[in-house]
T-cell receptor, first 115, second 113 residues
Framework: AQSVTQLDSQVPVFEEAPVELRCNYS??????LFWYVQYPNQGLQLLLK??????LVKGINGFEAEFNKSQTSFHLRKPSVHISDTAEYFC?????????????FGTGTQLKVEL | AAGVIQSPRHLIKEKRETATLKCYPI?????VYWYQQGPGQDPQFLIS???????DKGSIPDRFSAQQFSDYHSELNMSSLELGDSALYFC????????????FGSGTRLTVV
């Protein structure tokens, strides 16, 4: 079975500073990787996804992530954060099966952007 | 653009009562997923449906059941509610095997008292 580890439960950062949220996965087969953002009392919004091809994936709101197969990582980055980026960020993995595309989530990283 | 619609947004039930949560997928989407997110926890996959048939099953208690109807909306039925069932319940929809990143609805917050 696949799993996801988000190493940091909280990441404080000042506005306009760069940020990296770490995600490592474990799977014996090829996987699809995702990052979701959750604002307070809201649903999960897809930031970006890696299915195949280029290992650098660009998403919405200026976020990007790089798939590193040898390190089994899929870290999320943003060169300059804004106060509105304060939210919970979840890394997720899925293994394509005949049954669909269920996601296994990490435990989340709370990004807190301070002035 | 139309999104996934869930109802109700909030629901308060007493222990041992029954609750029904509804999910209306994005038009033309044929697959529905249900997830449960406990307080301060990551979302956990419960169950999914494709073309009105159960396609995958996760950590869904036997007290819960779900189905997808002919118009593709889905309902999650929860019986004999327990305090531990208090959580956010999310629904998501996609096109089967063509849509590998889906956006969730805003969720139903169930509180069992």
């Amino acid at each position: 079975a696949q799993s996801v580890t988000q190493l940091d439960s909280q990441v404080p950062v000042f506005e306009e500073a760069p940020v990296e949220l770490r995600c490592n996965y474990s799977s014996s087969v090829s996987v699809y990787l995702f990052w979701y953002v959750q604002y307070p009392n809201q649903g999960l919004q897809l930031l970006l996804k890696y299915l195949s091809g280029s290992t650098l994936v660009k998403g919405i709101n200026g976020f990007e992530a790089e798939f590193n197969k040898s390190q089994t990582s899929f870290h999320l980055r943003k060169p300059s954060v804004h106060i509105s980026d304060t939210a919970e960020y979840f890394c997720a993995v899925s293994v394509p099966t005949g049954g669909g595309n269920k996601l296994t989530f990490g435990t989340g990283t709370q990004l807190k952007v301070e002035l | 653009a139309a999104g996934v619609i869930q109802s109700p947004r909030h629901l308060i039930k007493e222990k041992r009562e029954t609750a029904t949560l509804k999910c209306y997928p994005i038009p033309r989407h044929d697959t529905v997923y249900w997830y449960q997110q406990g307080p301060g926890q990551d979302p956990q996959f419960l169950i999914s449906f494709y073309e009105k048939m159960q396609s995958d099953k996760g950590s869904i208690p036997d007290r819960f059941s779900a189905q997808q109807f002919s118009d593709y909306h889905s309902e999650l039925n929860m019986s004999s509610l327990e305090l531990g069932d208090s959580a956010l319940y999310f629904c998501a929809s996609s096109l089967f095997k063509r849509d590998y990143g889906y956006t969730f609805g805003s969720g139903t917050r169930l509180t069992v008292v």
